[in-house]
């Protein structure tokens, strides 16, 4: 009886994370692995007698248009790229999760390419089998992720000012329902390269270090925009108290600043999702999008199809990204390492597919 590998990998929701920075030697290195982000390994097993070690992976930010997005790439091997980007850490690391464990599913059912051939009716019923089995795991792997990323999302929005003795400046913190800190970045600096505030810079000249300003305010309320996220309607920033201690260091500070400057160094908010973020999520979740038709284009999983050709040696792949702003799509050349991108489009539904197709040269039917 034929059955489809399952890797172990597809239960790993909450992996264990080891924080790295340019100075606490953990980052990984190479260039290609951001400023700072997180260390997770996904573990080795055994399918059907193919042994897959165990791999690092690292997930760290990255900035496309002016935007922010989280994603995953091998530490060790290739250093490739596992998964779809995200605007959230968590979403990154289970599309990576799941192709890994898709590339080793591959891996392990091809290894079984040598075994006796089936007879014709009992080989085209367990390739049905298998397909139902695929697609049952996939929408459950889906809905997982769309929990979790629900669990992770930002409710709450506060703007920290730090005190003179610790460099003054502000950063944006977002806290889940759980009161779990999900994302920071800073306010008053353009930041590392990667962590970049409004490429514009309009808003920077008005920001003093030490005062809740309106430039302040200008600069938060940008980055929640970019992260698909807005304020509560009827909801506005609210002074917090702080801890003992900082407020210790507040008061010391305060002869030294101009009138008001310590008066509010927290505030927050809280915050909702904007209706193009709602809308990113049912096309992440939701059906498969329409692309246009082309010959030898097979769907192969959510966000993928692969073309091929008995008349050329070429390998393509149609990557599927949704993302605000308008969703992206890529094919990639996978003939050979390295791996590169042949054509680049923006849009959603089939328009954009298109484009990225008619960019990489295939015909559309």
């Known amino acids: 009886m034929t059955t489809t590998a399952r890797s172990i990998v597809r239960e790993t929701d909450r992996p264990s994370y080891t924080r790295y920075t340019p100075t606490n030697g953990q980052r990984p290195e190479g260039t290609e692995y951001g400023v700072d982000g997180w260390l997770f390994t996904l573990p080795g097993e055994t399918l059907y007698g193919h042994q897959f070690p165990q791999r690092t992976y690292a997930a760290f930010q990255v900035s496309e248009h002016g935007m922010l997005f989280w994603m995953v790439r091998e530490v060790d ?25 898709a590339e080793r599913e591959r891996a392990a059912d091809n290894a079984q390419g040598d075994r006796a051939a089936a007879p014709p009716i009992a080989t085209e019923r367990a390739a049905q089998q298998s397909h139902v089995y695929s697609a049952e795991a996939e929408a459950e792997h889906l809905q997982r ?65 030490g005062a809740m300003t309106a430039g302040l305010l200008r600069a938060a309320g940008w980055h929640l925009t970019q992260c698909g996220l807005q304020l509560a309607p009827g909801e506005q920033w609210t002074a917090r108290p702080v801890r003992k201690s900082e407020a210790e260091q507040w008061a010391a500070w305060a002869p030294l600043l101009p009138g008001g400057h310590a008066a509010t160094p927290l505030a927050r908010v809280a915050i909702v999702p904007t209706r193009e973020h709602l809308a990113v999520t049912e ?20 966000g993928r199809w692969s073309w091929c050709s008995t008349n050329s040696p070429r390998l393509l792949v149609l990557v599927w990204t949704p993302r605000l702003g308008g969703d992206r799509w890529y094919v990639w050349d996978e003939t050979d390492h390295p791996h590169h991108i042949v054509g680049t489009a923006r849009g959603n539904g089939a328009a954009g597919a298109a484009g990225a197709l008619t960019a990489a040269g295939l015909s559309l039917a």
């Open 77 to 101: 091997g290739k250093r490739r790229q596992r998964g779809s980007t995200s605007t959230s850490r968590k979403a990154a690391v289970a599309f990576a999760v799941d192709a890994v464990a």
């Open 145 to 209: 992720i769309r929990k979790s990323e629900e669990h992770e999302r930002p409710v709450t929005a506060e703007i920290r000012l730090a005190y003179p003795q610790a460099g003054g400046g502000a950063s944006l913190r977002l806290y889940n329902a759980s009161g779990d800190e999900v994302d920071r970045e800073p306010l008053t600096e353009r930041g590392a390269a990667g962590r970049q505030n409004n490429p514009d810079g309009i808003y920077l000249g008005s920001l003093t270090s």
């Open 283 to 302: 096309r992440r979740f939701g059906p498969v999008p329409e692309i246009p038709a082309v010959a030898g284009l097979e769907f192969k999983q959510l």
